[in-house]
């Protein structure tokens, strides 16, 4: 039975399907359950078309375009792979492993950039609505994958493709038009260097066609500055500079259109779990968490267009160069001062595809075109600046245009005008800059995405920057992971539980690490009794015993509480339940991140099972997550990453206990089936149906190469050391 995709399938709408030209409502006595869905009484048994097994939940075609020979295929896949890797992540992974090989260099053409839908986009699936975008980046040399929401994915699936693969250079600025079987390479030139998001107007402009969704890079993605976002309307792909290969390929953007079908295997089961999911919504959106900051308190992604409170962030976190930390910065004041600001700018709370969270909002700065903003992006260029609100929403429009990283920006400017003020950048370095510091951000974001003077360095992160001034400028770019900028926090006792995290993570932001387990204990027995008393999402009912034993003081209190084995058990499990959603193409707003989430291991292998039509259940979810998990792990290995890059920023906790994090470390390496080096085992790639992995690695010497590459490595941009 097929489900027709339909503009009209919104989550305040999910009562109604549209079936060939017939609209047809549910009974009063079954809420949100169409009517069409219980015609047949007999049990599903599958259907098939032209003699082949009908593929659902995903189309079963992937778009390959070779820039270089401006060739177009549409590729038909292995649904083995699915059962497998599922879909998004896991099956980009392999195809990565496949096609890229380790020599490959971020901005040669045989480097892969993909666009992938996850496996349950386009589905009534509620919230099921990311792109994940996979490729090498120039910023770690390891794989990255980064997550955008919006429309862009559902509306590649209503095309009729799961992937878009994108190999080669083109010779031009082009962009690529995808309208259901017709797709084709058009011309760009008119586009260059204009604004991800006037991209996007102009491209929907010239098609005619108002509802095509388009994914476009700025003027930093066309001068391949390391941390270089692509855009989407609603969302943005940040992490790992993958705006940067964008443009390095002479892609400007995609349009998509779609109007065709998805398939869902067992309808009826399908959509009895979205209501559930749905009740559940609205059962947590009138039920926050107490005992914990706002933005965790409720569902979706934090909810920081929302609150006016940002007492915990700007006290909290730091400003500058992720230095400062201002314990008594909030006031009454500020607090006015920052609601006028956030108020007279929003115009109003936006959700990305069939989700019915608002966690974004269009800002209309003062004589500045309308923009989207959502997370804490909203902060980030305020307070690496020691600005106000005002001036944050701002520049943070220009940085949208011209597409850029909202967490790495920001401390690349900081980084650079703290290298100022230290004497290792001189005046020589910055001519023309304004003397004002909010004056001086808006000056080096302009040098920076056009790679002007200083701006050219400074557009290759913190890491390589630093590398390239030197005279001691390393020990200013202290704030990175894996060559990536990270959050600008600093705390005083060693978190083991995050220390884990923030080690061994290859998404390289915390937010989409960590998730579910409660970030702190609660101060007394009975709110943690309370808590875990409807604590259903847990994989295991020990989960509960950790947090209901865990205490703010004393013997059972960090760092040495949660044990070493707790804390494994722990982000094993929030790991797990973020590599599921990018699979999925979830957003982590209502699984992996909030506490108490809709969607979790108990519900996911029946939308999988029903979605799908893939036999699942808890422990085939685990392992299919692990499997592809291990192989986004083994590809780094490859690339030469091991236990020396497993490590936060030196200065992230005051109080460091190095015995303890070799312990931490070494037991969630053998949780995990990886050696003393961080290196899966034959054993564990065996376990996982993964030995093609083992016998390359043999073949490549890399269980004997323990170290892995060397210390000196080369800029992919600068070829300098």
Same mark, same amino acid.
């Given at each position: 039975?097929?489900?027709?995709?339909?503009?009209?399938?919104?989550?305040?709408?999910?009562?109604?399907?549209?079936?060939?030209?017939?609209?047809?409502?549910?009974?009063?006595?079954?809420?949100?359950?169409?009517?069409?869905?219980?015609?047949?009484?007999?049990?599903?048994?599958?259907?098939?078309?032209?003699?082949?097994?009908?593929?659902?939940?995903?189309?079963?075609?992937?778009?390959?375009?070779? +820039?270089?020979?401006?060739?177009?295929?549409?590729?038909?896949?292995?649904?083995?792979?699915?059962?497998?890797?599922?879909?998004?992540?896991?099956?980009?992974?392999?195809?990565?492993?496949?096609?890229?090989?380790?020599?490959?260099?971020?901005?040669?053409?045989?480097?892969? +950039?993909?666009?992938?839908?996850?496996?349950?986009?386009?589905?009534?699936?509620?919230?099921?609505?990311?792109?994940?975008?996979?490729?090498?980046?120039?910023?770690?040399?390891?794989?990255?994958?980064?997550?955008?929401?919006?429309?862009?994915?559902?509306?590649?699936?209503?095309?009729?493709?799961?992937?878009?693969?994108?190999?080669?250079?083109?010779?031009?600025?082009?962009?690529?038009?995808?309208?259901?079987?017709?797709?084709?390479?058009?011309?760009?030139?008119?586009?260059?260097?204009?604004?991800?998001?006037?991209?996007?107007?102009?491209?929907?402009?010239?098609?005619?066609?108002?509802?095509?969704?388009?994914?476009?890079?700025?003027?930093?993605?066309?001068?391949?500055?390391?941390?270089?976002?692509?855009?989407?309307?609603?969302?943005?792909?940040?992490?790992?500079?993958?705006?940067?290969?964008?443009?390095?390929?002479?892609?400007?953007?995609?349009?998509?259109?779609?109007?065709?079908?998805?398939?869902?295997?067992?309808?009826?089961?399908?959509?009895?779990?979205?209501?559930?999911?749905?009740?559940?919504?609205?059962?947590?959106?009138?039920?926050?968490?107490?005992?914990?900051?706002?933005?965790?308190?409720?569902?979706?992604?934090?909810?920081?267009?929302?609150?006016?409170?940002?007492?915990?962030?700007?006290?909290?976190?730091?400003?500058?160069?992720?230095?400062?930390?201002?314990?008594?910065?909030?006031?009454?004041?500020?607090?006015?001062?920052?609601?006028?600001?956030?108020?007279?700018?929003?115009?109003?709370?936006?959700?990305?595809?069939?989700?019915?969270?608002?966690?974004?909002?269009?800002?209309?700065?003062?004589?500045?075109?309308?923009?989207?903003?959502?997370?804490?992006?909203?902060?980030?260029?305020?307070?690496?600046?020691?600005?106000?609100?005002?001036?944050?929403?701002?520049?943070?429009?220009?940085?949208?245009?011209?597409?850029?990283?909202?967490?790495?920006?920001?401390?690349?400017? !900081?980084?650079?005008?703290?290298?100022?003020?230290?004497?290792?950048?001189?005046?020589?370095?910055?001519?023309?800059?304004?003397?004002?510091?909010?004056?001086?951000?808006?000056?080096?974001?302009?040098?920076?995405?056009?790679?002007?003077?200083?701006?050219?360095?400074?557009?290759?992160?913190?890491?390589?920057?630093?590398?390239?001034?030197?005279?001691?400028?390393?020990?200013?770019?202290?704030?990175?992971?894996?060559?990536?900028?990270?959050?600008?926090?600093?705390?005083?006792?060693?978190?083991?539980?995050?220390?884990?995290?923030?080690?061994?993570?290859?998404?390289?932001?915390?937010?989409?690490?960590?998730?579910?387990?409660?970030?702190?204990?609660?101060?007394?027995?009975?709110?943690?009794?309370?808590?875990?008393?409807?604590?259903?999402?847990?994989?295991?009912?020990?989960?509960?015993?950790?947090?209901?034993?865990?205490?703010?003081?004393?013997?059972?209190?960090?760092?040495?509480?949660?044990?070493?084995?707790?804390?494994?058990?722990?982000?094993?499990?929030?790991?797990?339940?973020?590599?599921?959603?990018?699979?999925?193409?979830?957003?982590?707003?209502?699984?992996?991140?909030?506490?108490?989430?809709?969607?979790?291991?108990?519900?996911?292998?029946?939308?999988?099972?029903?979605?799908?039509?893939?036999?699942?259940?808890?422990?085939?979810?685990?392992?299919?997550?692990?499997?592809?998990?291990? +192989?986004?792990? !083994?590809?780094?290995?490859?690339?030469?990453?091991?236990?020396?890059?497993?490590?936060?920023?030196?200065?992230?906790?005051?109080?460091?206990?190095?015995?303890?994090?070799?312990?931490?470390?070494?037991?969630?390496?053998?949780?995990?089936?990886?050696?003393?080096?961080?290196?899966?085992?034959?054993?564990?790639?065996?376990?996982?149906?993964?030995?093609?992995?083992?016998?390359?690695?043999?073949?490549?010497?890399?269980?004997?190469?323990?170290?892995?590459?060397?210390?000196?490595?080369?800029?992919?941009?600068?070829?300098?050391?």
């Amino acid at each position: 039975m097929r489900l027709l995709r339909s503009a009209a399938c919104t989550p305040e709408r999910l009562d109604r399907n549209i079936i060939g030209k017939r609209l047809l409502r549910p009974p009063a006595e079954q809420e949100f359950t169409p009517l069409w869905l219980q015609k047949r009484g007999r049990p599903y048994r599958g259907s098939r078309v032209r003699g082949k097994k009908m593929r659902y939940a995903e189309t079963g075609f992937n778009l390959e375009v070779d +820039l270089t020979r401006g060739n177009i295929e549409r590729v038909e896949t292995d649904p083995r792979d699915t059962e497998l890797y599922l879909g998004g992540l896991g099956t980009s992974a392999k195809i990565l492993w496949e096609r890229v090989p380790p020599e490959t260099e971020p901005f040669s053409p045989d480097n892969l +950039l993909i666009f992938s839908a996850g496996l349950l986009c386009g589905t009534p699936a509620i919230g099921c609505n990311r792109t994940i975008v996979s490729t090498i980046s120039p910023q770690t040399l390891l794989m990255a994958f980064s997550m955008m929401g919006g429309f862009w994915a559902p509306e590649l699936k209503y095309a009729g493709y799961d992937k878009v693969i994108l190999r080669g250079k083109s010779p031009n600025l082009v962009y690529l038009w995808i309208n259901n079987d017709k797709v084709e390479i058009r011309d760009a030139s008119h586009l260059k260097g204009k604004g991800s998001v006037e991209t996007a107007e102009l491209i929907r402009q010239e098609l005619k066609e108002p509802n095509a969704q388009v994914a476009a890079i700025g003027l930093a993605g066309e001068s391949k500055v390391y941390f270089a976002s692509i855009e989407q309307g609603r969302s943005s792909a940040s992490r790992g500079g993958i705006g940067a290969v964008m443009g390095d390929k002479g892609l400007k953007a995609i349009a998509v259109r779609g109007t065709k079908d998805i398939n869902v295997a067992q309808p009826v089961e399908f959509m009895a779990l979205c209501n559930e999911v749905m009740k559940y919504i609205k059962f947590r959106n009138e039920n926050p968490i107490p005992g914990v900051m706002p933005i965790l308190a409720g569902l979706g992604s934090p909810q920081e267009m929302k609150v006016h409170d940002e007492k915990w962030h700007t006290e909290n976190f730091m400003w500058g160069n992720s230095r400062v930390r201002r314990k008594d910065f909030w006031n009454d004041e500020v607090a006015k001062q920052w609601a006028q600001t956030l108020d007279s700018m929003r115009t109003r709370l936006i959700s990305c595809y069939n989700c019915p969270m608002t966690c974004g909002a269009t800002i209309s700065p003062p004589g500045l075109p309308t923009y989207m903003m959502k997370c804490f992006s909203k902060l980030t260029y305020t307070m690496a600046a020691f600005a106000d609100l005002e001036f944050g929403l701002g520049i943070a429009q220009s940085a949208t245009e011209y597409g850029v990283d909202a967490f790495s920006a920001p401390q690349v400017m !900081a980084f650079a005008l703290e290298l100022y003020e230290n004497g290792i950048l001189t005046d020589d370095d910055f001519p023309g800059m304004p003397s004002d510091n909010e004056g001086r951000f808006y000056w080096l974001l302009d040098r920076i995405v056009r790679r002007d003077g200083i701006g050219d360095v400074l557009a290759n992160g913190t890491y390589w920057a630093a590398k390239q001034i030197g005279k001691g400028a390393e020990a200013y770019a202290h704030n990175n992971i894996k060559k990536h900028e990270q959050l600008p926090l600093k705390l005083s006792m060693l978190n083991p539980i995050y220390f884990l995290m923030y080690a061994t993570g290859e998404k390289m932001n915390i937010t989409q690490i960590e998730g579910q387990f409660p970030q702190a204990p609660f101060p007394t027995r009975e709110e943690r009794e309370a808590f875990v008393k409807d604590w259903f999402q847990v994989p295991d009912e020990k989960f509960k015993q950790y947090f209901l034993d865990w205490e703010p003081r004393g013997e059972k209190s960090m760092p040495y509480y949660p044990t070493v084995d707790m804390c494994c058990d722990i982000v094993d499990w929030q790991e797990r339940m973020h590599y599921i959603d990018d699979a999925l193409g979830m957003c982590s707003g209502l699984s992996s991140f909030p506490l108490k989430p809709p969607y979790h291991i108990h519900n996911y292998p029946k939308f999988i099972s029903a979605g799908a039509g893939i036999d699942m259940d808890e422990t085939k979810l685990t392992q299919a997550t692990k499997r592809y998990r291990t +192989l986004v792990r !083994a590809y780094n290995i490859r690339r030469g990453m091991r236990r020396k890059d497993d490590k936060p920023p030196e200065n992230h906790w005051k109080k460091r206990f190095p015995e303890l994090e070799k312990e931490l470390l070494d037991a969630y390496y053998t949780l995990k089936g990886w050696n003393d080096q961080g290196i899966p085992t034959k054993e564990s790639l065996h376990e996982l149906g993964l030995d093609y992995v083992w016998e390359d690695f043999e073949k490549r010497g890399i269980y004997s190469n323990n170290e892995g590459t060397p210390s000196e490595e080369t800029s992919p941009e600068t070829g300098k050391k």
